[in-house]
């Protein structure tokens, strides 16, 4: 089963869109394997975007992302890499169509609310970095067991 890392970043916690963003990956039909909320170091920061690092906009990103915590999650299911990355829509919001969560939610690159792993090899980085393997939780939907 697919898996993919999503972050809520700094704004998006300080604007409340939280519930909003777990509800639109539940509702989807995706699975919660983990979730923590967490003010990232600027060594973790400095892996998870080191393709990016001679990126004109490279400390700006670095500063923005440590502004404060942010809520990292995994999320389960078919697809879920490629789904998620629809359901986020375009780096720059301006781009992103209504419906999506970059452009229902932002209007700024540089304040783009969240993050998805951008291929199934970097999931598995990304979860990597960001989680102990204890902090994972796979479970089983009990429902049937209390029907039958
Ligand atoms: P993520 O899901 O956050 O990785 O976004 P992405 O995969 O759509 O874009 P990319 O990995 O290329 O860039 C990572 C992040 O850097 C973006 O989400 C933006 O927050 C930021 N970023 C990208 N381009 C620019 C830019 O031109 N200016 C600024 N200020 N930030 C940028
Ligand atoms: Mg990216």
Not at 55 to 82: C, E, H, N, R
């Amino acid at each position: 089963n697919e898996r993919t890392f999503i972050a809520v970043k700094p704004d998006g916690v300080q604007r409340k869109l939280v519930g909003e963003i777990v509800r639109r990956f539940e509702r989807r039909g995706f699975k919660l394997v983990a979730l923590k909320l967490i003010k990232a170091s600027e060594e973790l920061l400095s892996e998870h975007y080191w393709e990016l690092r001679n990126k004109p906009f490279y400390s700006t990103l670095i500063s923005y992302m440590s502004s404060g915590p942010v809520v990292a999650m995994v999320w389960q299911g078919l697809d879920v890499v490629k789904t998620a990355r629809k359901m986020l829509g375009e780096t720059n919001p301006a781009d992103s169509l209504p419906g999506t969560i970059r452009g229902d939610f932002c209007v700024e690159v540089g304040r783009n609310v969240i993050h998805g792993s951008d291929s199934v090899e970097s999931a598995q980085k990304e979860i990597c970095l960001w989680f102990r393997q204890s902090e994972l939780h796979p479970w089983e939907n009990s429902t049937n067991n209390w029907i039958y």
